[in-house]
């Protein structure tokens, strides 16, 4: 089992800047991919960024340039968002792949005022 714990969302300003931060805790060391998705109200849930173990990044279009995924050793994953826009308006949700089981933490809200 993998536990994912999400944090480092909040309200900010158009053009402002905000990096979430995903824990994992459990068996991490079988942890392949990770992802950021996101999912706005009445919308479905879309990926954002994923990373795998090695290190390869794969970005929505709508954030490339904007965003940055990293991972450290330990498996945590962190999202770095720069210059957002009211369209990035959504909760945040943490994505690891352990085979062919999928996880996911609770989400944290983040909120871009125009």
């Known amino acids: 089992q993998v536990q994912l714990v999400e944090s480092g969302g909040g309200l900010v300003q158009a053009g402002g800047s905000l990096r979430l931060s995903c824990v994992a805790s459990g068996i991490i060391f079988r942890i392949s991919a990770m992802a950021w998705y996101r999912q706005a109200p009445g919308k479905q849930r879309t990926l954002v960024a994923a990373i795998t173990r090695s290190g390869a990044t794969n970005y929505a279009d709508s954030v490339k340039g904007r965003f940055t995924i990293s991972r450290d050793n330990a498996n945590n994953m962190y999202l770095q968002m720069n210059n957002l826009q009211p369209e990035d308006t959504a909760v945040y949700y943490c994505?690891?792949?352990?085979?062919?089981?999928?996880?996911w933490g609770q989400g944290t809200q983040v909120t871009v005022s125009s």
């Open positions: 994505n690891a792949w352990v085979g062919s089981s999928a996880y």
